[in-house]
């Protein structure tokens, strides 16, 4: 039995301090007047995985149009081969 309670405040007073430690950084987020909000960390983190993203196209097509202008290359040399074997 006192086990039992002393295993039980002792699951209370985690709760608690989590419930403290929340508190505080919830006030000290409210008191930061940079602070501004959720949303806009949302936002933010959006704007970021959108740079990425059209990063991430931009050097794909940079990379297709390397291969197709290497492709036009290799043709023209083929190209120019055979006219000097003829």
Do not use: C, M
């Amino acid at each position: 039995q006192f086990s039992n309670t002393v295993e039980q405040t002792d699951q209370l007073l985690d709760i608690w301090i989590n419930i403290l430690s929340q508190s505080i950084h919830t006030q000290q987020l409210l008191s930061d007047p940079s602070w501004q909000g959720s949303s806009a960390r949302v936002l933010e983190e959006q704007a970021k995985e959108r740079e990425r993203q059209e990063k991430l196209t931009r050097l794909q097509q940079e990379r297709l149009e390397r291969e197709r202008l290497r492709q036009e290359r290799l043709e023209q040399e083929r190209l120019e081969q055979e006219r000097l074997e003829r």
